[in-house]
């Protein structure tokens, strides 16, 4: 199917060059920038943007950045070339180096591990002193967009990295969101009718793993031309080719059947073949599946149990070959509008398969380390919101469904979470929360973005137990260039979250399978009990927000949330099971008591200039 698609699109590019000449005098080339720069500064409380928790009331920081955002568009009559860029840099150094990717990374003499400069949530770089840092500079989109020739329907095709736009739902990252590199094609089939076809490069293998082959190296130098080893320093897992085919297509037929209705039914199909991106599959309920290279160690942390060499995460075949994921979702968007009153319901279903091999470790609950599985996905999302007008006075209610899985339930044989291919971080981005949703500041919000599986913006559920919400919100014009708002949300999640969990680096929050161990018990090395959910209650956050456009191009935004935060998001923070002897004093010492959450706080104030 990848082969046919790219066929199709060499297909396309030799019509182009086949299409006879135009006779009359080309257009003029016309180049326009437009863009945005954003001064934001921040106060957050309790947002835990770092290390997931919500129990540490000192988590507190104070910060200001800067965030600027540039297209090029070059255009020739219809046809039309886009490069997007964005910088994105906190006020002030913020680790040893200027930039996570620029020069400067330092290395320990003493463990001989390299990393590169911390900077804060969102950003890839800090300005210092003197402000000039390296390595900070986005490529967003770089793409062309022409008229599709010798068709006789009217239809654009536009090639490269892009943006998704509306390929898959009318509403914000609800399925996918942000960008992608890629195909996409939109054809008019008639007035109020338009075809729109998007195919996604999610990986790419090139020749295969058998031209890039795993070398382990360190200690001293590598010979084979590929990794340089350091002598006495760290062994690392050099792969410098490890993905494979693996992509997405998304149709969507959009129509208008009568004024006032907008309907989009969708269908997209997702394969991928071992590793893949983060976005499209995170890890979820303790199972590490989502896409991680260390750049301190090398290792790899979603590698499947390889049943031939018995080695697991971070073996030598550190591609996850044996990994396969069918993914297959369906569903209709749609927006109605009459008068004053507005309805936008969206329903979408989720149905494939995902084979993998069970690591053990964390995964010895659900069966024995070498044993493949198979889960069959069945999960829904359902997102309904309203809107009514009164003059100067905009109301809205929203409410939504994901569903989820309990806390006993094995991810290997069984996926009832809703998993989106890309949502961006932006999923209700667009309601007007600022915590448990990306709001005015857009690097802080949406809880626990470190843990994706965790993070409503990017799961849409939380991990595995999906999520309901339903809110109010209200804004008033007091004048045209002046607006306030206000709005509360509830969250809680579809099954109840097992708080005794613990936390996995890219897999999410494990259900704890082990009973907590008296003082002289004999250490537990086998599960003895079964995982239970305690509470599904996430919380119910208040915000209020200010717009105030005071000159062309410019508006101020002050917006600020509190969350009252809800138990289900408490989990324990010692990493290993009750009972186990691996962590420190666990399989001695009396279990302490799981600790509560913290109220979360945020506010912030931004400039936006736009041109």
Request: charged share 15%.
């Given at each position: 199917?990848?082969?046919?698609?790219?066929?199709?699109?060499?297909?396309?590019?030799?019509?182009?060059v086949?299409?006879?000449?135009?006779?009359?005098?080309?257009?003029?080339p016309?180049?326009?920038?437009?863009?945005?720069?954003?001064?934001?500064?921040?106060?957050?409380?309790?947002?835990?943007?770092y290390?997931?928790?919500?129990?540490?009331?000192?988590?507190?920081?104070?910060?200001?950045?800067?965030?600027?955002?540039?297209?090029?568009?070059?255009?020739?009559?219809?046809?039309?070339?886009?490069?997007?860029?964005?910088?994105?840099?906190?006020?002030?150094?913020?680790?040893?180096?200027?930039?996570?990717?620029?020069?400067?990374?330092?290395?320990?003499?003493?463990?001989?591990?390299?990393?590169?400069?911390?900077?804060?949530?969102?950003?890839?770089?800090?300005?210092?002193?003197?402000?000039?840092?390296?390595?900070?500079?986005?490529?967003?989109?770089?793409?062309?967009?022409?008229?599709?020739?010798?068709?006789?329907?009217?239809?654009?095709?536009?090639?490269?990295?892009?943006?998704?736009?509306?390929?898959?739902?009318?509403?914000?990252?609800?399925?996918?969101?942000?960008?992608?590199?890629?195909?996409?094609?939109?054809?008019?089939l008639?007035?109020?009718?338009k075809?729109?076809?998007?195919?996604?490069?999610?990986d790419?293998?090139?020749?295969?793993?058998?031209d890039?082959?795993?070398?382990?190296?360190?200690?001293?130098?590598?010979?084979?031309?590929?990794?340089?080893?350091?002598?006495?320093?760290?062994?690392?897992?050099?792969?410098?080719?490890?993905?494979?085919d693996?992509?997405?297509?998304?149709a969507?037929?959009?129509?208008?059947?009568?004024?006032?209705?907008?309907?989009?039914?969708?269908?997209?199909?997702?394969?991928?073949?071992?590793?893949?991106?983060?976005?499209?599959?995170?890890?979820?309920?303790?199972v590490?599946?989502?896409?991680?290279?260390?750049?301190?160690?090398?290792?790899?942390?979603?590698?499947?149990?390889?049943?031939?060499?018995?080695?697991?995460?971070g073996?030598?075949?550190?591609?996850?070959?044996?990994?396969l994921?069918?993914?297959?979702?369906?569903?209709?968007?749609?927006?109605?509008?009459?008068?004053?009153?507005?309805?936008?319901?969206?329903?979408?279903?989720?149905?494939?398969?995902?084979?993998?091999?069970?690591?053990?470790?964390?995964?010895?609950?659900?069966?024995?380390?070498?044993?493949k599985?198979?889960?069959?996905?069945?999960?829904w999302?359902?997102?309904?919101?309203t809107?009514?007008?009164?003059?100067?006075?905009?109301l809205?209610?929203?409410?939504?469904?994901?569903?989820?899985?309990p806390?006993?339930?094995n991810?290997?044989?069984?996926?009832?979470?809703?998993?989106?291919?890309?949502?961006?971080?932006?999923?209700?981005?667009?309601?007007?929360?600022?915590?448990?949703?990306?709001?005015?500041?857009?690097?802080?919000?949406?809880?626990?973005?470190?843990?994706?599986?965790?993070?409503?913006?990017?799961?849409?559920?939380?991990d595995?137990?999906?999520?309901?919400?339903?809110?109010?919100?209200?804004?008033?014009?007091?004048t045209?260039?002046?607006?306030?708002?206000?709005?509360?949300?509830?969250?809680?999640?579809?099954?109840?979250v097992?708080?005794?969990?613990?936390?996995?680096?890219?897999?999410?929050?494990?259900?704890?399978?082990?009973?907590?161990?008296?003082?002289?018990?004999?250490?537990?090395?086998?599960?003895?009990?079964?995982?239970?959910?305690?509470?599904?209650?996430?919380?119910?956050?208040?915000?209020?927000?200010?717009?105030?456009?005071?000159?062309?191009?410019?508006?101020?935004?002050?917006?600020?949330?509190?969350?009252?935060?809800?138990?289900?998001?408490?989990?324990r923070?010692a990493?290993?099971?009750?009972?186990?002897?691996?962590?420190?004093?666990?399989?001695?010492?009396?279990?302490?008591?799981?600790?509560?959450?913290?109220?979360?706080?945020?506010?912030?104030?931004?400039?936006?200039?736009?041109?």
């Open positions: 199917m990848r082969r046919l698609l790219v066929l199709a699109v060499a297909l396309v590019a030799i019509l182009g086949l299409a006879p000449p135009v006779m009359a005098q080309a257009p003029a016309k180049v326009t920038i437009t863009g945005l720069i954003d001064q934001v500064g921040t106060y957050t409380k309790n947002m835990s943007q290390d997931a928790n919500l129990n540490i009331g000192r988590d507190t920081q104070l910060y200001g950045r800067t965030r600027g955002r540039f297209d090029f568009i070059g255009e020739v009559g219809k046809a039309k070339a886009v490069l997007g860029i964005e910088i994105d840099s906190y006020w002030g150094q913020t680790g040893f180096t200027d930039s996570n990717n620029g020069p400067g990374w330092q290395c320990s003499t003493v463990n001989g591990s390299c990393a590169s400069g911390a900077v804060g949530s969102g950003a890839e770089s800090s300005f210092d002193l003197n402000t000039d840092t390296q390595g900070n500079l986005q490529i967003k989109w770089l793409y062309t967009e022409f008229p599709l020739p010798l068709v006789p329907l009217n239809s654009v095709i536009r090639l490269g990295a892009q943006p998704f736009g509306t390929a898959a739902t009318y509403k914000l990252a609800t399925y996918a969101n942000g960008d992608f590199p890629g195909v996409n094609l939109v054809v008019d008639a007035p109020g009718a075809l729109m076809l998007t195919y996604v490069a999610v790419e293998a090139l020749t295969g793993k058998r890039f082959f795993p070398v382990t190296f360190g200690g001293s130098s590598s010979t084979d031309g590929k990794c340089t080893g350091t002598p006495g320093g760290p062994v690392l897992s050099c792969i410098p080719q490890s993905r494979n693996n992509w997405a297509l998304i969507s037929f959009e129509m208008s059947p009568f004024k006032g209705l907008d309907v989009k039914p969708m269908y997209s199909y997702f394969e991928a073949v071992g590793q893949t991106s983060g976005a499209a599959r995170q890890g979820r309920g303790g590490v599946t989502a896409s991680s290279i260390s750049s301190v160690t090398g290792g790899q942390t979603n590698s499947p149990f390889n049943p031939i060499t018995g080695a697991g995460a073996s030598a075949d550190g591609a996850g070959t044996n990994t994921e069918t993914r297959h979702t369906i569903g209709l968007d749609a927006r109605f509008t009459a008068g004053p009153f507005s309805l936008q319901p969206t329903v979408l279903y989720q149905f494939g398969h995902q084979e993998k091999w069970l690591l053990g470790g964390n995964s010895a609950p659900y069966g024995a380390a070498g044993t599985a198979r889960a069959d996905i069945s999960a999302l359902v997102d309904v919101r809107g009514f007008n009164l003059g100067p006075l905009s809205g209610w929203l409410v939504a469904w994901t569903s989820g899985d806390a006993k339930s991810p290997y044989r069984h996926i009832g979470y809703f998993q989106p291919l890309d949502t961006d971080t932006g999923y209700l981005a667009d309601w007007g929360t600022q915590i448990m949703s990306l709001g005015i500041d857009y690097y802080q919000g949406s809880i626990n973005p470190a843990q994706a599986g965790l993070s409503e913006g990017v799961a849409i559920g939380y595995k137990y999906g999520r309901i919400v339903t809110g109010l919100k209200a804004a008033y014009a007091m045209p260039a002046l607006t306030v708002g206000t709005g509360i949300t509830a969250t809680w999640t579809d099954k109840s097992d708080t005794d969990g613990f936390l996995v680096t890219n897999g999410g929050i494990q259900p704890n399978w082990f009973c907590r161990q008296p003082v002289g018990a004999t250490v537990t090395t086998t599960p003895n009990c079964r995982p239970e959910g305690d509470s599904r209650y996430l919380g119910t956050e208040v915000n209020l927000a200010l717009t105030y456009r005071f000159a062309p191009g410019l508006a101020l935004d002050l917006a600020g949330g509190y969350l009252f935060t809800g138990p289900a998001f408490g989990h923070y990493g290993g099971n009750y009972g186990s002897a691996s962590a420190t004093n666990l399989g001695t010492a009396p279990q302490p008591m799981d600790q509560g959450v913290k109220d979360v706080i945020i506010g912030t104030a931004r400039v936006r200039y736009q041109f």
